[in-house]
């Protein structure tokens, strides 16, 4: 024997186990397993092995575009490779198993190709609702560039709503702040006037251009100065006063600014730091609905994608009947008919012991009954005889019948329902 023929008896892996050769193969096919298949069964047709195949590749690519799509929508929310690579997985094999429930639950022989359909619609349905969720996060990736550039826009649009807003609600305390700091100013400006003109006046008197033409500080002039020094220490308080309310309206001027530009700016950078799954769907649908050709495509990606999800009941609906949905059928049909003979032979079982049983019972019972029934006829004799001679004496009466029967029943087990 060679050492090859002894490492195969051996149990012992052998190059030939990996290359394909004529050593030991595997009793498992993976894809058929993903297509939900009776792998020992369907080895005994190998015109069935490509179908089944093609079949369990088509389950398995919808499984990496579940997951796909999932890690995506995931990483855009979180923005973490943990839960994204979790979450994805998870998500994926929910869909895998899904999928694979489907079409293995889906017969071929012995049903009509109108209750295949109708049994196909209610999973269609779901496989079509699993391949909207799948296709729209895929779609938010292939137009991830277009996307941004959207968001963009869509935060720059809200940055200026929020400032019109912010404007809107501090519009009253502006424009009352505005009027009183604008009525200030032009009192101020109302006395600084009154106080220049003052001036000029005794300035003018003094040099000779003013109303007596005369130049020097004479009797008028000094009327004039005095009228001027008057009035500028009448209005200094006043002065000082109107600068200060000014600059206390200014200071809430700016207080309000400061504040609105805070608000904006916190704003902008919350608009800007908050961009997940929604704010992304939500630009690719105004892209959509902005240029038809986003929307075509988008469409179609959408369709592509959904056709991918529901191509396992698709494919198992176009299938033909072939020798392993026969052999399959006739396996089932076997074993269903087999535990229902075993079922119905437990069953008569049950019941021929049930009625071996019943017939036990009353015959028993009626044996019962009868010596019952003679000895109370005995006793009774026996009583009347001795009263008809005189002999008989209350204390000397035996135990009734029913005492009897109840004292049986006791012993025996015996119930009412027993006693037939």
Not at 274 to 287: I, P, Q, T
Request: glycine residues 6%.
């Amino acid at each position: 024997m060679s050492a090859q023929q002894q490492n195969q008896d051996s149990g012992l892996y052998t190059y030939d186990s990996f290359s394909g050769g004529p050593g030991k193969t595997s009793n498992n096919n993976f894809l058929w397993w993903c297509a939900g298949a009776h792998q020992q069964l369907l080895k005994e047709f190998p015109s069935e092995h490509s179908k089944y195949t093609g079949l369990g590749g088509v389950i398995l690519a919808t499984f990496v575009l579940a997951s796909l799509a999932a890690g995506y929508a995931i990483y855009s929310i979180f923005g973490s490779i943990t839960w994204t690579l979790l979450f994805a997985i998870t998500w994926g094999l929910i869909i895998f198993n899904f999928d694979r429930f489907l079409v293995s639950t889906m017969r071929k022989y012995g049903v009509s190709r109108r209750k295949q359909i109708w049994m196909a619609v209610p999973r269609v349905a779901l496989a079509l609702l699993i391949g909207v969720t799948i296709a729209r996060p895929l779609e938010l990736k292939i137009f991830e560039k277009e996307i941004d550039t959207k968001v963009v826009e869509n935060i720059h649009k809200k940055i200026q709503l929020n400032d019109s807003l912010l404007q809107q609600e501090n519009k009253a305390m502006l424009q009352t702040t505005q009027l009183e700091r604008t009525r200030l100013v032009n009192r101020k400006l109302s006395i600084e006037d009154t106080l220049h003109l003052l001036q000029q006046a005794y300035i003018r008197e003094a040099d000779g251009t003013g109303g007596s033409g005369r130049r020097g500080i004479e009797n008028l002039t000094r009327l004039k100065m005095d009228a001027y020094t008057a009035a500028v220490k009448q209005f200094t308080p006043e002065l000082q006063q109107l600068q200060h309310d000014i600059r206390t309206q200014d200071s809430t001027l700016s207080a309000l600014s400061v504040s609105n530009e805070g608000k904006r700016k916190q704003y902008e950078a919350d608009a800007k730091k908050n961009v997940g799954f929604l704010e992304r769907n939500k630009a690719l649908s105004d892209l959509s609905a902005e240029e038809p050709s986003v929307f075509w495509t988008s469409l179609l990606l959408s369709l592509l994608i959904i056709l991918i999800e529901i191509g396992p009941i698709l494919s198992k609906l176009i299938m033909p009947v072939g020798p392993y949905d026969i052999a399959l059928a006739k396996e089932e049909l076997i074993s269903m008919s087999a535990a229902e003979n075993d079922m119905r032979k437990d069953k008569e079982l049950t019941t021929e012991k049930n009625r071996s049983f019943y017939h036990k019972q009353k015959e028993v019972s009626e044996q019962l009954v009868e010596k019952m029934t003679a000895l109370q006829q005995k006793h009774i004799d026996e009583e009347l005889d001795k009263w008809e001679r005189g002999e008989w004496n209350p204390k000397d009466h035996r135990a009734s019948m029913d005492e009897v029967a109840r004292k049986i029943k006791e012993r025996y087990q015996f119930g009412e329902d027993d006693l037939l």
